[in-house]
């Protein structure tokens, strides 16, 4: 029974889709049903939705270990794809721990629990804009901020570590 339509219909009709930035993932988005997306990268094209989680890939500095945590340098490296050049600029990236992958989830579980208690938002309502969420050192989920631009700022400067 395994088809293209199908695997549409399951993931429209779900209570909610844990998965990543691969493209079978955005159907469920498109619904309207509530996703978690764990160890996205790069930060750009982030999925919204009133009812969306994301969950980046850990930023580390590459000498130190030490995860990155300021959102402007998480926002402007996660611009970048390559590895390489990550490498080159002092950064390292790092998949989810499993022990991490399991608190998000329990996470949003929460949040989605204390959602249904609560009359939905419209899709065009305050809620319409989606989280992000990084690892701190410590375990604790912490939400990236968005990026702002200053206005005196022209495009975003890359940082480079030395």
């Not at 079978?24 to 939705?49: A, I, R």
């Not at 990550?86 to 990236?93: M, P, R, S, T």
């Not at 990236?144 to 570590?161: C, E, I, Q, T, Y």
């Amino acid at each position: 029974m395994k088809s293209a339509r199908l695997d549409v219909l399951l993931a429209a009709g779900a209570d909610f889709h844990i998965g990543s930035s691969s493209g079978m993932s955005l159907v469920p988005l498109l619904f309207g049903t509530p996703c978690l997306f764990l160890n996205w990268y790069p930060s750009t094209l982030l999925p919204w939705g009133p009812r969306t989680w994301t969950v980046l890939k850990t930023l580390r500095h590459a000498g130190t270990g030490e995860p990155e945590t300021d959102p402007d340098v998480i926002h402007s490296v996660g611009k970048i794809a390559d590895s390489g050049t990550l490498a080159e600029l002092g950064y390292i990236l790092d998949d989810l721990r499993a022990e991490e992958i399991d608190a998000a989830i329990d996470a949003y579980r929460a949040f989605l629990c204390a959602r249904s208690a609560q009359a939905e938002d419209t899709a065009f309502g305050s809620g319409a804009t989606a989280p992000v969420f990084r690892f701190a050192a410590d375990g604790a989920l912490v939400e990236v901020p968005p990026r702002r631009r200053a206005p005196d700022r022209g495009s975003d400067k890359l940082p480079s570590r030395s």
